[in-house]
């Protein structure tokens, strides 16, 4: 099925960054010091990640986070006890064991990223909410708006948030009154994953209050992101039906069909 995007195309390399860090210091190191140095370097730096993949995988409990963490620690072990020159076989043993542990998480994670489990669902939610608005209007205006009411209760609100959040659909920030889930877009997911008290209000979100209200706000950066200057009360509140529904589907265990709906849209894993 094809859909016409609303989006301005993605061409950040944000989330490709850490790749491209450690390759170039790993050649620059190898080429100035040589191979003992550079893998030093490399080892060092896949620890300094192990603890940024942890807290993310406690913000989120999303398994790919989990891999990543186990994958890089392996990885890190692996570069710090690795050989240096020609030594006797058995000095092998301990590197070629923590090999087979990085290979044996890689496999799944990369599983988990292909199948895009291990993916913020941001771009995907921000489509789905423009695909219903045509109208266009003079632009973006920073009030948020009501845009419906629903029966759930506390109990299946907050198992809702919870639900957003394992899948990478949106950031859940609970607040004495309700859950407020911010979708975020691929390379824009560490402001949340390591800012524990992030002013999240300036972003794009939808709140779901425990009285059973609904309200939503697009954020300036989000709206600009279109190639089309959108209607801004009906983008908020095309927004605010499509969590409705994605919360009626999840208290009538039909879950599978809110991951359906974001990956019939056929966007890149890595956007």
């Not at 790993?26 to 192990?50: D, H, K, P, R, Y």
């Not at 087979?100 to 291990?118: G, L, N």
């Not at 948030?161 to 889930?181: Q, S």
């Amino acid at each position: 099925m094809y859909f016409f995007r609303k989006l301005r195309p993605d061409r950040s390399i944000t989330g490709l960054l850490p790749a491209i860090v450690v390759l170039a210091s790993f050649l620059f190191t190898l080429m100035t010091l040589g191979l003992e140095s550079a893998l030093a370097v490399v080892s060092i730096q896949f620890l300094a990640m192990v603890p940024l993949a942890v807290v993310a995988w406690v913000r989120t409990q999303n398994v790919g986070y989990l891999l990543t963490s186990l994958y890089l620690f392996s990885m890190t072990l692996y570069f710090a006890t690795v050989p240096r020159g020609l030594l006797p076989a058995e000095s092998r043993r301990v590197p070629a064991f923590f090999l087979s542990c990085a290979i044996a998480f890689a496999v799944p994670m990369a599983f988990q990223f292909f199948a895009k489990r291990y993916k913020w669902r941001g771009r995907e939610v921000l489509e789905l909410a423009a695909m219903p608005v045509d109208e266009t209007s003079d632009g973006f205006a920073s009030r948020p708006l009501p845009v419906g009411r629903t029966d759930a209760s506390r109990r299946e609100v907050l198992a809702f948030a919870d639900f957003c959040r394992r899948n990478l659909i949106a950031m859940p920030y609970v607040e004495k009154n309700g859950a407020v889930l911010v979708p975020v877009k691929m390379g824009e997911e560490y402001g949340h994953l390591f800012r524990w008290n992030r002013d999240y209000r300036s972003d794009t979100w939808v709140e779901l209050d425990f009285e059973g209200n609904v309200s939503a706000h697009i954020s300036e950066r989000d709206y600009e992101d279109y190639e089309d200057r959108l209607a801004f009360d009906q983008l908020c509140h095309s927004l605010g039906r499509l969590f409705i529904e994605f919360l009626e589907w999840f208290r009538a265990s039909k879950r599978h069909r809110i991951i359906d709906r974001m990956n019939a849209l056929q966007l890149s894993a890595f956007s």
